[in-house]
């Protein structure tokens, strides 16, 4: 069983960082329902979902995802590359502190989580605005090759382009099959996997959440959507409006772990 670790939606979430998306008016009523429903949606696919009461003083804080890197034998808290994030890293590392050994990513080194796209024993992280050298190098230090009695990772930097983090630019959505946005990331750093691309209409519609056999997508992505079914791809549809008004999406709202307890 996996578990998923989320946060309630701040009151104050319309005062969010924005990097690429224009700032528009957000209904926090209607971003709280919308994130219940993601809540049922985790739920509906098997995860034990573990819900955070939300950080007022942290407009961001809904989107754990960029605080920890939750892997099966460890797990890191990161150093955010948006300074007003940083005081979200606490709380989530408590909870994190009972399910994996704790480490952390350290000044002055910075990774948000939607930068790292784990594939089987390769962990590919987006050289972004929020995420530097420093910390990708910590981050090899910690997991890789040598690490983990010598079981560690391979990790390998993408560069972006254009977008937030690596995971608005590509996604694993089942074993083997990426979704990508080639004009945000190069498709080549992908060439060993079969590569579904968004379509053109839908430049933000490469981030679904892969959970077991089933992957929660947005509503807002139509065309895209078309796509993966006819791939073969089960999808959970949700309405996130909200929340990619602050520049979120679907995997940034929770993290997700191989449940111990199972
Ligand atoms: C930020 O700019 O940090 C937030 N407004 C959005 C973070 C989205 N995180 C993610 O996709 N992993």
Redesign the pocket.
Known sequence: MQAAITRDVSRSLAA????YVDRTPIDIERAQYQHAAYRRALEACGCRVIALPALEAYP?AV?V??VAIVLDEIAISTRPG?PS?RGEVASIADALRDVRPLRSIESPGTI???DVLRIGRTIYVGQSRRTNAAGIAQLAELVGADSIGGQGYTVQPVPIREC??L??SVTLVADGVVLINPDWVDANAFAAFRRIEIDADEPHAANGLRIGDRVIYPASFAKTARRLVEAGVALDIVDVSELQK????V??CSLVFRDAAS
């Open positions: 969010c960082e924005l990097s961001d989107f995802e960029d948006a994030r948000d989580g939607g937030l983090h995971k608005s602050a520049e979120g999406a995997t940034c």
